[in-house]
């Protein structure tokens, strides 16, 4: 029988949240830069 080395679920969720998190930071990191670069059209307009 084949054992598997498998990280706990404490270090998964861990990993998950992570993750999880950058990705949220980077689509609001683009959301803002949208806004922003739509904010200045409009006063420019």
Not at 3 to 26: G, H, W
Request: proline share 2%; charged share 35%; net charge positive.
């Amino acid at each position: 029988m084949k054992t598997y080395n498998k990280p706990a679920t404490s270090k998964l969720v861990a990993r998950f949240d992570k993750e999880l998190k950058e990705l949220i930071m980077n689509d609001l990191k683009a959301f803002k830069a949208k806004q922003q670069y739509t904010i200045d059209s409009k006063l420019a307009a």
